[in-house]
C-alpha cells in the first residue's frame, strides 16, 4: 500500500507512541487526523508540544473510543485506521480493570465495527507483549501461548481476539500489531527508563525501584513507528499478527546500572516494595522474535539500546520537557 496522501486516523494520537507516529506519518505524506481523548482543558496531550508545521497538516478529532457514536464519526472518509489508544499502565489495572474492559475491548469494538461498516482499506490494532506473559519459550514468536497476568494484559488479548474474530468473521483487512517495552522522548513516568531518567536527572542519591530480575526486549520509539509504518505499508499482512522486537534483553537491573552510569555514577539502587507486583502476575522474561516482521515487511531496527537511552536522556535533560514529571512519586 502507498501511504502517500492516504486519509489515516489515529487514535490514541495524543499519548506517546501515538504522537511520534502522527509526525510519521506527516512526512510520509499523508492526510492524518489525530484522535485525542476528549477533555474539558482541550489539551491535545503530546500533540501540544510538536511543532506548527505538523499541526497545521493534520486534522484534530477529540472524542472517546468507548463512544460508538463518536468512533464511528471519526472513521468516516478514512482509508487506514491506526488504533493505539489504550488504558496501558499495569499496577492500575489491579484495581480498576472494568475501565480496562471498557476501553481496550469494548473500544476496540468501536474501531473494528465502524472500520466494518465504512469500508476502510486497512486496520491496524496495537497489541502488546504482555499478552505472552512470561515466556514459555525463547524468542517469543507469534505462535507463543497468551497468558493474562493482570488484567491489563487480559484486556489486550481480549481486544486481538476479537481483531481476529473480525478478520475471520468478516474478511475485515485487520493486522494485530504487538510491539515489545517500547521507550523514548514523551513516554511517561508509569514506565520504568523514564522512571530512572527521571530520578536521576533529579539527583537523587538512592533510585527507588521494584523487581530488578525481570527481563525486557527495548524497542526505540523511531523504531517502533518505523514497524507500523512498514507494516501499513505491506500487502503481506492482512489478519496476521506481527512482533515489534530487536530479539536482545535485558534485565531491569542491568538497564538501570546502565543508566546511572550516562546520568549519574554516584547513585545507588535503593528497592522499594509498593513498587513490586504480586509473583504470579510480574512479567519474568521477554525477548521476541522479529523474524515474521522481517519476512512480510521491509522494516529492521535502526537503534541499538546505547543509542536510543542516549537520545531519550538528551530529551528528558530539557526542563521544559520535565515540567509534567512527578518524580518524587511511584506513578502507576
Not at 175 to 201: D, E, H, M
Not at 208 to 219: E, V
Request: charged share 25%.
Amino acid at each position: 500500500m502507498e501511504l502517500k496522501n492516504k486519509k489515516v486516523l489515529v487514535t490514541g494520537s495524543d499519548g506517546f507512541i501515538g504522537s511520534h507516529l502522527v509526525e510519521r506519518l506527516v512526512q510520509e505524506g499523508c492526510k492524518v487526523k489525530a484522535f485525542v481523548y476528549y477533555n474539558s482543558f482541550n489539551s491535545w496531550g503530546w500533540l501540544d508540544t510538536v511543532s506548527k508545521d505538523v499541526l497545521s497538516k493534520i486534522e484534530i478529532f477529540s472524542g472517546d473510543v468507548r463512544d460508538p457514536n463518536g468512533v464511528r464519526e471519526a472513521l468516516k472518509g478514512v482509508d487506514v485506521v491506526f488504533h493505539l489508544a489504550a488504558l496501558i499502565g499495569i499496577p492500575y489495572s489491579y484495581h480498576s480493570p472494568d475501565s480496562y474492559v471498557d476501553t481496550n475491548i469494548k473500544g476496540t469494538l468501536n474501531i473494528l465495527q465502524a472500520a466494518k461498516d465504512l469500508g476502510c482499506e486497512k486496520i491496524l490494532v496495537t497489541s502488546t507483549s504482555e499478552v505472552y506473559g512470561t515466556a514459555q519459550y525463547v524468542p517469543i514468536d507469534e505462535k507463543h501461548p497468551f497468558q493474562g497476568q493482570s488484567p491489563y494484559s487480559a484486556t489486550k488479548i481480549g481486544a486481538d481476539r476479537m481483531a481476529e474474530s473480525f478478520y475471520r468473521s468478516f474478511d475485515l483487512p485487520v493486522t494485530i500489531v504487538r510491539p515489545f517495552n517500547t521507550y523514548g522522548p514523551r513516554q511517561s513516568a508509569r514506565a520504568v527508563i523514564p522512571t530512572i531518567i527521571t530520578q536521576l536527572l533529579s539527583g537523587v542519591k538512592e533510585l527507588k525501584l521494584g523487581n530488578l530480575l525481570p527481563t525486557r526486549d527495548f524497542n526505540y520509539v523511531k523504531d517502533t513507528v518505523d514497524g507500523f509504518i512498514e507494516i501499513a505499508k505491506s500487502d503481506k499482512v492482512k489478519g496476521e499478527e506481527i512482533n515489534i522486537a530487536t530479539e536482545q534483553e535485558i534485565s531491569i537491573g542491568n538497564i538501570a546500572e546502565e543508566l546511572i552510569h550516562q546520568i549519574n555514577p554516584n547513585a545507588k539502587i535503593a528497592n522499594d516494595g509498593s513498587r513490586i507486583r504480586p509473583e504470579k502476575s510480574e512479567v519474568e522474561r521477554l525477548l521476541g522474535s522479529n523474524k515474521k516482521i522481517k519476512e512480510l515487511t521491509n522494516w529492521k531496527p535502526k537503534y541499538d539500546l546505547r543509542s536510543g537511552l542516549s537520545e531519550t536522556i538528551s530529551w528528558f535533560k530539557n526542563l521544559e520537557n520535565l515540567k509534567g514529571y512527578k518524580v518524587h512519586i511511584y506513578n502507576v
